[in-house]
């Protein structure tokens, strides 16, 4: 089952924010104190999930063999078409990966083929996140 165009589409704008966010933040870091305020502050154009979500690794049930976070999940958009960034964490915490995925209704999740700028910019937003869990 091919996923329904607008769904791509979504998630391509969702990346477009993200790009535009990191883009401002990048500004921002590099500009003077004075400067900075004259620009808006990233933080306040940041995209925000409507969930973040982490799953630790394989493990023997019924143990209390608690792991680190392997894996999150941003939830960018639900219904059809749905949105999120899923990626891999290190023993840390710290974001490893960044991939966008879509799904329209009753299909399975897609993932969907950004530019190098984009990627870049998924991967900075996603690393935006605290993952790590206190132990």
């Known amino acids: 089952m091919n996923t329904n165009d607008n769904a791509i589409n979504s998630a391509i704008a969702i990346a477009d924010e993200i790009e535009q ?20 502050d990233p933080d306040e154009s940041k995209p925000e ?18 792991k680190s976070a392997v894996e999150y999940e941003l939830l960018m958009t639900t219904g059809g078409p749905a949105a999120r960034i899923v990626g ?4 840390y915490g710290d974001v490893t990966s960044a991939t966008i995925q879509c799904q329209d209704w009753f299909t399975k999740w897609a993932t969907v083929a950004l530019n190098e700028k984009q990627n870049e910019a998924l991967l900075a937003y996603a690393a935006s996140f605290y993952f790590a869990e206190n132990n």
């Open 21 to 40: 966010w990191f883009t401002e933040s990048k500004d921002w870091i590099d500009a003077s104190m004075a400067e900075r305020e004259r620009l808006p």
């Open 49 to 66: 999930p409507l969930s973040i979500l982490v799953r630790d690794d394989w493990r023997i049930p019924h143990t209390n063999a608690r």
């Open 88 to 91: 891999d964490l290190n023993d």
